[in-house]
């Protein structure tokens, strides 16, 4: 009866310390894993952000290019209207040269 007892308890034993230790194996392995998915997800993070910081130095250079395009636009705009002016003024003059031109031979 002592020995069945002791065998009773003995294998309750064993049994809860092979449990506690498959568990902390199986907790491990679990650390491992999250541990090995933590380390990914921030490489992968690394590489977004350094993507992100070459996508932002693209805008900015795209929107200078812009504000230079559109100052060049504005100037070309501008000398095209003194131009056009210029153009109507001679235009005005000419015909009164040629107007003075027939008043005089007549």
Excluded: P
């Excluded at 541990?35 to 130095?57: F, G, H, I, P």
């Excluded at 693209?58 to 003194?82: C, E, G, K, P």
């Amino acid at each position: 009866m002592l020995l069945t007892y002791l065998l009773h308890w003995w294998r309750r034993i064993t049994f809860n310390f092979t449990t506690t230790l498959i568990g902390r194996r199986l907790c491990r392995e679990d650390l491992e894993l999250i541990e090995r998915e933590l380390c990914q997800l921030t490489q992968q993070y690394s590489v977004k952000c350094l993507e992100n910081a070459a996508l932002l130095e693209r805008l900015d250079a795209q929107t200078r290019t812009i504000h230079a395009s559109r100052l060049h636009i504005h100037n070309l705009l501008s000398r095209s209207a003194v131009i056009r002016q210029f153009t109507v003024l001679y235009c005005i003059l000419r015909r009164c040269i040629i107007i003075l031109y027939f008043v005089i031979l007549l």
